[in-house]
């Protein structure tokens, strides 16, 4: 066995220590807590049970969110937020078990509460030392792949590109091999075209080749079937690239139907476990939010009603999930007034119809404190791409491409486009396409850390005041 294979050959055995010293730290983390808290480790029977239920709940759920698959070409972020859902699963699952059995007032909510966040840092600082001592082994010739790229073409290029980006991938570019005269012994991102694509299998032994990536524009399906028969014939690993960089992609993946390899360019992220995390999230937020601004509230509608004659809640029928149409509620904030049918007219600076305290209202973002309870009610959640009048989901699909992929998840009370800038009245085309644009970001890149930071960017972005009217 030589140097560089020792880690490829324990990967499976690194993967076991993995899953059983994750459920480890979190009970080792509970024990240390008891000791600096109560001074002793003579440990109640109850906290006995509960460090062994997190013990098996850790071991039973961090697999669902596939926290053990190799993670070599994945930040350490991407990996956090991945943990960090996971183990708002298993803190979840704790205390509603604690809330069932009737004992959550048995526990010192102190100690509850460190526990829950030392467990996960020290799942964090396990990863961090783990990354650590890889990439180290890494700079000394260690745990290296060893790559060959079908494809000398834009796309085989980029993906040299952003591989010598990330040196920390351990991911190493031996050279390119394309079937166009042309390209033969040109030098891209510091590897040589060394021939044609018959010369990848002689050189898979001869350059101790570890990856074939397969980058060839899908017209080449021919030569894929070729050369994909002849490497299966070799111990390599072969990765397809599809050539569809070029085509707006939403949470994109890799998946299996009836047997057969499938990628889902098009699909919602919060789905199964995820779809769960972030409905409980959704729920548990909203009622704690409803519960404080409950005073708010009751002085907000009797400034309404102070401000201008007319119903306290203003309603408006706007596109939910998948396109469905639902009611959405706010503050009224302008003249009681009647459109013509079919027509929504966006509130504009120093709009006439507005009221002095509905302009404040607005301003502050207030106006959409009813939301919470669709977001109770199940038709929004409490960050996502903000609902757009159903006319308006009309005009713009027709002006932009990607305008309905925001439908894929739940709409929001905020966004991520809210935060950048990107609320209130949007008549311009170039403006709802920054809106899109961030919509998607968010999608693509949805996390339940990613929810938070934009809740509180929401706060400040309220305090601020700016671009709502």
């Not at 040196?167 to 991102?189: H, S």
């Not at 018959?198 to 050369?227: C, E, F, M, T, Y």
């Not at 993946?253 to 009836?258: D, N």
Request: charged letters at 20%.
């Amino acid at each position: 066995m030589t140097s560089r294979s020792l880690l490829r050959e324990n990967s499976g055995l690194l993967e076991l220590i993995q899953r059983f010293l994750d459920p480890v730290l979190v009970a080792a983390s509970g024990v240390a807590l008891f000791a600096i808290q109560f001074g002793n480790l003579d440990f109640p029977r109850n906290y006995v049970f509960v460090l062994i239920g997190g013990f098996l709940l850790c071991f039973a759920v961090f697999p669902f969110f596939n926290i053990y698959r190799p993670y070599r070409g994945a930040s350490l972020w991407a990996e956090t937020q991945t943990l960090a859902s996971a183990w708002m699963v298993v803190c979840t699952g704790l205390v509603m078990a604690l809330f069932v059995t009737k004992t959550s007032t048995d526990f010192s909510r102190l100690w509850i509460g460190q526990w829950a966040m030392a467990g996960f840092l020290s799942l964090v600082v396990f990863r961090m030392v783990l990354r650590g001592g890889l990439r180290l082994l890494r700079r000394h010739g260690f745990n290296l792949r060893f790559i060959a790229i079908a494809g000398a073409g834009n796309l085989g290029r980029d993906v040299a590109r952003r591989l010598a980006a990330s040196p920390w991938t351990g991911l190493k570019v031996v050279g390119f091999y394309d079937d166009d005269p042309r390209l033969q012994r040109q030098m891209f991102e510091g590897a040589q075209v060394r021939g044609g694509l018959h010369r990848i299998p002689n050189d898979v032994a001869d350059l101790g080749i570890d990856q074939v990536w397969i980058a060839l524009p899908l017209h080449h399906d021919k030569q894929v079937r070729s050369l994909v028969g002849h490497l299966s014939r070799l111990p390599v690993q072969v990765t397809f690239v599809p050539d569809i960089y070029g085509v707006q992609l939403l949470n994109h993946s890799i998946g299996e139907v009836a047997g057969f390899p499938v990628i889902h360019l098009m699909e919602s992220p919060l789905a199964g476990v995820k779809g769960m995390v972030k409905v409980v999230e959704d729920k548990l937020l909203a009622i704690l939010i409803l519960l404080t601004a409950l005073p708010l509230m009751l002085l907000i509608a009797i400034g309404v009603k102070l401000g201008s004659p007319g119903p306290v809640f203003f309603g408006q029928v706007r596109g939910g999930l998948h396109g469905e149409r639902i009611w959405v509620w706010k503050f009224r904030t302008m003249k009681y007034h009647a459109e013509s049918s079919g027509q929504v007219t966006q509130a504009l600076p120093g709009d006439s119809r507005v009221t002095v305290f509905g302009a404040f209202l607005r301003r502050t973002s207030l106006d959409e404190l009813p939301q919470f309870f669709n977001v109770l009610r199940g038709d929004m959640s409490i960050v996502g791409p903000r609902p757009h009048a159903v006319e308006h989901d009309e005009f713009y699909q027709r002006q932009i491409d990607a305008y309905m992929l925001r439908h894929h998840v739940k709409p929001g009370i905020t966004g991520w486009a809210q935060v950048n800038g990107w609320r209130g009245e949007t008549g311009e085309i170039e403006k709802m396409e920054m809106r899109v644009k961030h919509d998607l970001y968010y999608i693509n890149n949805w996390s339940l850390w990613f929810d938070l930071r934009i809740i509180f960017m929401t706060i400040f972005v309220a305090l601020l005041g700016k671009n709502a009217h």
